[in-house]
């Protein structure tokens, strides 16, 4: 079985984390400047619409000097502009391509009914933002509507500053990833040499060694561990050393009640002895005996309260 050290799980999670962040964080940037840029223009360009729509109702007559204004603006905005009537059909085009002809989009018919939109399609050059807005014209008691103007800018321009900051946030983005994963390794180094000095000292103390304690004073949490790891190992050397100490002294007192078994057992297996000589020594043994059980409670006692 394949192990992954903790300094390289620490750097896949935090890659993982900084990448996926880093994803979300530039697509909301780049979406929040795209919906701005865009309402930008539609505002600039509304305010166009009704300039060219204002100024056409004023020279209907004089349908050149409308056609140069047309195409004066559309050059200057970049934009195409077309001047349709109530039947949708072109009368000027800043192009000239669609003159005569009809048109029947969204903004078109909403405009047609005295209500200024926009919106943004997809076409196969490119997205394109459209925009149309009435051209009113008050008799007096009503307005009326004679046609609409339309408006047209290709995005394509919008594209290319959305690949240039893409490309931005994509140098941003992998610098801070590479400082990230240097920091990190950095950190996780100093943490995964803590817990190899934590190993070592686990294994010393599983080895024998009860007092082996971690030299130096580290930082942080890994100090408060290694400061209580000594302790841990300080008591654990002050009580085994107690319990030798405690053992050696039973094993004392029980070495003396032995001997004196020993040697009454000793005395009465030596010659013929009255019945009073033998009951005196048995006492004296049974006294000794219950010594040792007394000893030998206590000692279980002892073992039970470590």
């Known amino acids: 079985m394949v192990t992954i050290s903790i300094r390289i799980k620490m750097l896949i999670t935090y890659t993982l984390v900084i990448v996926f962040t880093f994803t979300i964080f530039s697509y909301m940037i780049l979406d929040n400047y795209k919906q701005k840029e865009i309402k930008d223009r539609e505002t600039l360009l509304f305010q166009t619409a009704n300039i060219i729509s204002d100024t056409y109702k004023?020279?209907?007559e004089d349908i050149i000097l409308t056609r140069i204004m047309v195409k004066t603006y559309g050059h200057q905005s970049n934009v195409r502009i077309l001047i349709l009537n109530e039947d949708k059909e072109v009368l000027i085009d800043s192009y000239n391509s669609y003159v005569g002809k009809k048109l029947n989009n969204r903004e078109i018919r909403e405009s047609l009914i005295g209500q200024s939109s926009s919106g943004v399609y997809s076409l196969d050059k490119g997205e394109v933002l459209q925009l149309a807005v009435p051209i009113r014209v008050n008799t007096g008691?009503?307005?009326?509507?004679?046609?609409s103007v339309l408006?047209?800018?290709s995005l394509d321009y919008l594209q290319e500053e959305l690949l240039n900051l893409k490309k931005d946030m994509f140098r941003i983005s992998l610098f801070s990833l590479f400082a990230a994963v240097l920091l990190t390794w950095i950190s996780a180094t100093g943490i995964t040499k803590s817990l190899r000095t934590l190993t070592k000292a686990v294994e010393n103390i599983s080895s024998g060694h009860l007092?082996?304690?971690i030299?130096?004073?580290g930082k942080g949490e890994m100090g408060k561990l290694i400061s209580t790891f000594n302790n841990m190992?300080?008591?654990?050397k002050n009580i085994e050393s107690n319990r030798k100490h405690f053992i050696n002294s039973i094993s004392h007192e029980l070495k003396t009640p032995l001997t004196s078994i020993k040697s009454l057992i000793d005395s009465l297996s030596i010659g013929n002895n009255s019945i009073d000589i033998y009951k005196e020594y048995l006492a004296d043994i049974k006294s000794?005996?219950?010594?040792?059980e007394t000893l030998v409670n206590y000692l279980m006692a002892s073992i039970k309260l470590e």
């Open 215 to 217: 030299p130096g004073e």
């Open 211 to 213: 007092g082996y304690e």
């Open 151 to 153: 408006i047209s800018l």
């Open 233 to 236: 190992t300080t008591k654990l």
């Open 288 to 292: 000794e005996t219950e010594r040792m």
């Open 58 to 60: 004023r020279n209907m």
């Open 141 to 147: 008691i009503e307005s009326k509507i004679l046609g």
